[in-house]
């Protein structure tokens, strides 16, 4: 039961050029997401958030945009970098439900120079 | 920059065998958690710990497994008898408070088991 779903398992962008990767959820109890990174051998690092309140949440060269009524969220990243080829995990939690993020099963960013 | 640091690195252990894994959360966070990821799968939610009891646990976090805070530092996760399917990557993490708020998480422990 995928409650969360990144159906692009990889993207190529070139580097200066947006990254837009996509996240799908199913249950729409679900009232905070976020986005995070991982490179190999290193655990996922927190990138940003977007309450359920919120449509759009934006820090430096990355934004969220959250439409809840498609639940979807997509991850722009402008510009890219090369720096920025990492898997990138969706997550979610719903508050009421308790504490456990749930990811989804990740996208792997690849940025060319 | 604090951060979540987690020992050892990599653990090998016979099966049957216990295990305990280590964590140090970050020094003002009231959440802990762990997850572990399957080569290959998604990261999956094992148990969360707050206020020296656990909070939440998944359906994977069965009698084989067990948490503890043993000083107010360091948070452990012990696997009494392994079985091969545990062989996984173990994440710790913490939060400042619940899931409203982000889980920084630590590198990782990998875990095989022979």
């Known amino acids: 039961d995928q409650q969360v779903k990144q159906n692009s398992p990889s993207l190529s962008v070139q580097e200066g050029r947006i990254s837009i990767l996509n996240c799908d959820y199913t249950n729409s109890m679900f009232d905070y997401f976020l986005w995070y990174k991982k490179y190999p051998a290193e655990g996922p690092t927190f990138l940003i958030s977007i309450s359920s309140i919120k449509d759009k949440n934006e820090d430096g060269r990355f934004t969220v945009f959250l439409n809840k009524s498609a639940k979807h969220l997509s991850l722009h990243i402008v510009p890219s970098q090369p720096g920025d080829s990492a898997v990138y995990f969706c997550?979610?939690?719903?508050?009421?439900?308790?504490?456990?993020?749930?990811f989804g099963k990740g996208t792997t960013l690849s940025v060319s120079s | 920059e604090p951060e979540v640091t987690q020992t050892p690195s990599h653990q090998v252990t016979q099966m049957g065998q216990e295990v305990i894994l280590r964590c140090v959360p970050i020094s003002n966070h009231l959440y802990f958690y762990w997850y572990r990821q399957i080569l290959g799968q998604k990261v999956e939610f094992l148990v969360s710990f707050y206020n020296n009891e656990i909070s939440e646990k998944s359906e994977i976090f069965d009698d084989q497994f067990s948490v503890e805070r043993p000083d107010g530092s360091n948070f452990t996760l012990k696997i009494r008898s392994t079985k091969l399917e545990d062989s996984a990557m173990y994440f710790c993490?913490?939060?400042?408070?619940?899931?409203?708020?982000?889980?920084?998480f630590g590198p990782g422990t990998r875990l095989t088991v022979t």
């Open positions: 993490a913490s939060s400042i408070r619940d899931s409203s708020y982000e889980q920084y």
């Open positions: 997550a979610a939690s719903e508050w009421q439900a308790g504490t456990a993020l749930i």
